[in-house]
């Protein structure tokens, strides 16, 4: 029904900045928020930034000032900009959406995932 696609993942150094981008497809009529969680080894998935329809954002406390979350919604595109990067942020980065399929379904999809590591 949905398809999210990631791109944009790899290797980088602290300090440096990373582009992740997910791409929505499939039988949607509405995106409600688009956005981001991250899982690292051993610890539960959390919250990056996720994004309404409307331009609000909500950021996890440990990216807040450094990572910012942008949606195309004519594309139903995701982009998140990464800065200042830290070796904690190491981790694998899913794309998640929520809305409305057409015929009045609501949905909630993951994307495969796409690693990011912080590391010199």
């Known amino acids: 029904q949905v398809q999210l696609v990631e791109s944009g993942g790899g290797l980088v150094q602290p300090g440096g900045s990373l582009r992740l981008s997910c791409a929505a497809s499939?039988?949607?009529?509405?995106?409600?928020?688009m956005g981001w969680y991250r899982q690292a080894p051993g610890k539960q998935r959390e919250l990056v930034a996720r994004?309404?329809?409307?331009?609000?954002?909500m950021f996890g406390d440990s990216v807040k000032g450094r990572f910012t979350n942008s949606r195309d919604n004519a594309k139903k595109m995701v982009y998140l900009q990464m800065n200042s990067l830290k070796p904690e942020d190491t981790a694998v980065y899913y794309c998640?959406?929520?809305?409305?399929?057409?015929?009045?379904?609501?949905?909630?999809?993951w994307g495969q995932g796409t690693q990011v590591t912080v590391s010199s």
């Open positions: 998640n959406a929520d809305g409305t399929l057409w015929g009045g379904l609501r949905f909630d999809y």
């Open positions: 499939g039988n949607i009529f509405r995106i409600d928020y």
């Open positions: 994004t309404s329809s409307g331009g609000s954002t």
